[in-house]
């Protein structure tokens, strides 16, 4: 029943982005958000080539409309590499995985240099 429930789902939901890509900028928040529903469903399905598919879909819209530093950018390429591990493209996995390495770093860095100083008098 739930394996149904998903799978029609996902029918709906494909048919919405056919749709979406006909009427919206490639960018559209709403694009990007049935992009995001369909990598969840198929996930859920075990569908993992389609999670794949969607997941990068998701990265360039992401990388398009948010900071190089957004976290959801970050968890993305997390999500595509352990993917694509799954699925056995072990380069490309590690490639995703350095750029989330890289955006942690640089998070990191910013985070650093951009707060105040904290100085004790003792």
Not at 63 to 80: A, D, S
Request: proline share 3%; glycine share 4%.
């Amino acid at each position: 029943m739930f394996h149904q429930n998903c799978g029609e789902a996902l029918f709906m939901y494909e048919k919405l982005e056919e749709l979406q890509k006909i009427l919206c900028h490639p960018c559209s928040i709403s694009l990007m958000q049935t992009r995001e529903k369909l990598l969840k469903i198929s996930m859920e399905l075990e569908n993992w080539t389609k999670a794949l598919l969607y997941c990068k879909l998701t990265i360039s819209a992401y990388q398009k409309l948010y900071p190089g530093i957004h976290p959801l950018l970050g968890l993305q390429f997390y999500t595509c590499g352990k993917l694509e591990w799954l699925l056995g493209y072990t380069e490309d996995a590690v490639k995703s995985w350095k750029k989330l390495v890289l955006k942690l770093l640089i998070n990191t860095r910013l985070w650093r240099t951009s707060r105040p100083a904290i100085t004790f008098k003792g």
